[in-house]
Nanobody, 122 residues
Framework: QVQLVESGGGLVQAGGSLKLSCATS????????VGWFRQAPGKDREFVAT????????YYADSVRGRFTISRDNAQNTVYLQMNTLKPEDTAVYYC???????????????WGPGTQFTVSS
């Protein structure tokens, strides 16, 4: 069974840092690529980052490359999104999702967590 639950949202000032976590089932941790997406009010859900089964297969959206880092700890069945130098435009609900392959399109992801909100204040 594929399960994903995000945590770590909240309020942070611009320029600050925050780390989101995506807790997965053991099956998900072993078998799936995991991606992070975000959805701001009134906007479509957009790709943020994804990581395959190995740390080397990590990819980022242009808007976050160099500021965000995705990582996974398969022993803990958790995928992380470390976010630095945060901007007000990073404010959104953040979702983690699982897919069979590393991909940036929403349609490749079959399983989604409920999301976690965080806000970057200016």
């Amino acid at each position: 069974q594929v399960q994903l639950v995000e945590s770590g949202g909240g309020l942070v000032q611009a320029g600050g840092s925050l780390k989101l976590s995506c807790a997965t089932s053991a099956h998900t941790s072993k078998s799936y690529a995991v991606g992070w997406f975000r959805q701001a009010p009134g906007k479509d859900r957009e790709f943020v980052a994804t990581i395959g089964r190995t740390p080397m297969s990590a990819y980022y959206a242009d808007s976050v490359r160099g500021r965000f880092t995705i990582s996974r700890d398969n022993a803990q069945n958790t995928v992380y999104l470390q976010m630095n130098t945060l901007k007000p435009e990073d404010t959104a609900v953040y979702y983690c999702a699982a897919a069979w392959v590393v991909a940036s399109d929403r349609g490749s992801y079959d399983y989604w967590g409920p999301g976690t909100q965080f806000t970057v204040s200016s």
